[in-house]
């Protein structure tokens, strides 16, 4: 039996119509497996139950509810600092168990010049190192050495944990959820892929407002968001 983009699948199956690599305008583009599948050999598998999904130009996915998150490599996280040791942070990422992070995995840091980070504070990393077999590493910088909105968030700022389906949600190019808030609302926010996010508008009122308007998202299609960011705006004028 065919599966295709948008069904659903159950561990085991066989994507037998995904390539190991597709032909592009110039060359052949490796097709990159994301969660909910694995490679072995020539043969795509399914590892966990959910509706398989695609992002161009080649990169599947499977689409699935699920309250833990397991680190993948090159994901952007929200995590909180929760001890020091020695030169090493531990970091909580909602993961079966904290990530490490280098104080010198910071833009510019150095032995002499260490970033000022204290025991609650929240940042915004990418995972460097992510195995069953390794604990977690994380970093604060691209591969070219620089923040590039990674790094320590500030402190006036809310976090609230979401479901990672609507993390991924949020993040496709193709919902327009946050282009929509940000027409009447003045926010900042760092979306990470192990379903946290902060956020930081110009009051206590409209931060919860925009929060709880992620939050309705999860069971909104993208034709009503409209509507729901017309209800928010209209929910913060009458607590003026």
Request: hydrophobic letters at 40%; proline letters at 4%.
């Amino acid at each position: 039996m065919e599966i295709n983009v948008g069904d659903v699948v159950m561990p085991g199956d066989n994507l037998r119509n995904v390539p190991i690599k597709r032909e592009g305008r110039n060359e052949k583009e490796i097709v990159i497996l994301g969660p909910g599948l694995r490679r072995e050999g020539d043969a795509v598998l399914v590892c966990k139950a959910g509706v398989l999904r695609k992002r161009e130009p080649a990169v599947y996915y499977v689409d699935t509810y699920q309250k833990r998150y397991i680190p993948n490599r090159g994901e952007n996280v929200v995590g909180i600092i929760t001890q020091k040791s020695g030169d090493i942070y531990k970091v909580d990422i909602g993961a079966s168990e904290q990530a490490t992070l280098s104080y010198l995995a910071f833009e510019g840091a150095t032995k002499k010049n260490r970033p000022d980070i204290q025991i609650g504070d929240v940042v915004y990393a990418k995972l460097l190192i992510a195995s069953k077999d390794m604990e977690p590493e994380l970093v604060c910088v691209d591969s070219q050495g620089k923040e590039n909105d990674l790094g320590v968030l500030s402190s006036d700022g809310m976090v609230f944990t979401c479901s990672l389906s609507l993390v991924r949600k949020l993040l496709n190019p193709e919902c327009p959820l946050f282009k929509l808030l940000g027409q009447n609302q003045a926010y900042e926010l760092a979306a990470g892929l192990n379903g946290r996010i902060w956020i930081k508008a110009r009051s206590v009122h409209e931060t919860i407002a925009v929060a709880n308007a992620i939050l309705a998202a999860e069971y909104t299609v993208p034709s009503e968001m409209q509507k729901l960011c017309t209800k928010i705006e209209k929910i913060l004028l009458l607590t003026i």
